[in-house]
């Protein structure tokens, strides 16, 4: 106990979950920035499948991040009642994806690239809800805690890339061959 408020989360975490919420939120708004004011249609009907989906898929990566993030900072709450649910929602979310993008005929390798883009979102929000539900059987295990503020930094970069993707970014390394949208431009 700290000046009388059972905090579920360790105080050492403290600090990292603060500093992700205020860039997570940042990010977003880039990204809504971003999807704004963009030449090509990212989001709504006349925009391509892809690009709807790696947009869906960063902004997804940022709110997970934001959520798991100021969830983190509320005293004395255990932080599985909001881990696990927003890694459940998440992941559901990816999952609808990966059946958007599954839609109309592909070849071998745009199934793949398809499949990297759900598979690495689904993984991730897959743990952090193993995890979440971890805390509600044990809120006082850190260990948890420790592996969702771990999970920050790989969701970070999924929202991070795939926002750059958007944006038109160079393809050229190994991450950028497995894009949807590495043809679609």
């Known amino acids: 106990m ?3 408020i059972n905090l579920r989360v360790s105080p050492e975490f403290t600090t990292l979950f603060s500093a992700s919420a205020n860039a997570s939120a940042a990010l977003a708004g880039l990204l809504f920035l971003a999807v704004t004011v963009g030449s090509v249609p990212t ?5 391509p499948v892809e690009r709807r989906t790696v947009a869906a898929s960063s902004f997804l990566a940022l709110v997970n991040a934001f959520f798991l993030s100021m969830g983190a ?3 004395g709450a255990n932080f599985g009642t909001i881990a696990l649910p927003v890694g459940i929602v998440c992941f559901i979310s990816t ?3 990966g059946q958007e993008l599954a839609a109309g005929p592909r070849t ?3 199934r793949v690239r398809r499949v990297v883009l759900v598979a690495v979102s689904g993984l991730l929000f897959a743990i952090e809800s193993w995890q979440g539900l971890q805390l509600l059987l044990r809120p006082d295990d850190r260990g948890p805690v420790a592996v ?7 969701v970070y970069f999924v929202g991070i890339v795939r926002a750059w993707e958007l944006l038109g970014a160079q393809r050229y390394s190994l991450l950028a061959r497995l894009s949807p949208l590495r043809d679609l431009d």
Do not use: K
Not at 43 to 47: L, N, S, T, W, Y
């Open 95 to 97: 999952v609808r994806i």
């Open 2 to 4: 700290r000046h009388g």
């Open 73 to 75: 900072l509320i005293p």
């Open 108 to 110: 071998a390798l745009d």
């Open 43 to 47: 989001v709504g009907p006349r925009a």
């Open 148 to 154: 969702i503020a771990s999970m920050l930094l790989p």
